[in-house]
């Protein structure tokens, strides 16, 4: 296997919650929820960047397709990382996600390592990191 991910799929309880947050409050480009002709289809996919896809897709139906029972989700089981260019840029974003209805759980701030990052949860609990790394040059 290569060691390349094409799309993260995270489950939710709302999907159509989340879609408002991660189009409207995020401004994640998709062409919104479909498959909703299926039964346990309905998702949304958000194009990120070099081919990355992220899915929103209801909790249960996941659990359907995996054959995994549902479980208490723990928003410590893995962050989502959005790497900036400036700590401008980690500000602006933290307040566009709390604009949206995200929870500030760690606002931005200088880190031990040198850069300047913070936290914040989706509306389903799921961490971000904002950060900026000046050791990682220009990103996308």
Excluded: C
Excluded at 41 to 47: E, K, L, N, T
Excluded at 113 to 132: A, K, N, R, T
């Amino acid at each position: 296997m290569k060691p390349k991910v094409s799309v993260i799929t995270i489950g939710v309880d709302d999907l159509r919650r989340a879609l408002h947050f991660y189009r409207d409050g995020l401004g994640f480009p998709t062409e919104g929820i479909v498959g909703e002709e299926f039964d346990h289809g309905a998702v949304a996919f958000f194009d990120m960047h070099a081919g990355l896809k992220l899915a929103i897709w209801n909790r249960k139906d996941i659990a359907h397709e995996t054959k995994v029972e549902v479980g208490s989700p723990s928003p410590t089981e893995f962050t989502l990382g959005h790497n900036v260019n400036s700590k401008e840029e980690v500000d602006a974003i933290m307040q566009q996600a709390e604009n949206a209805g995200a929870v500030i759980t760690d606002p931005a701030h200088d880190t031990f390592w040198g850069g300047y990052s913070g936290h914040f949860q989706d509306p389903d609990g799921h961490l971000w990191e904002i950060v900026w790394n000046p050791e990682w040059g220009e990103v996308d």
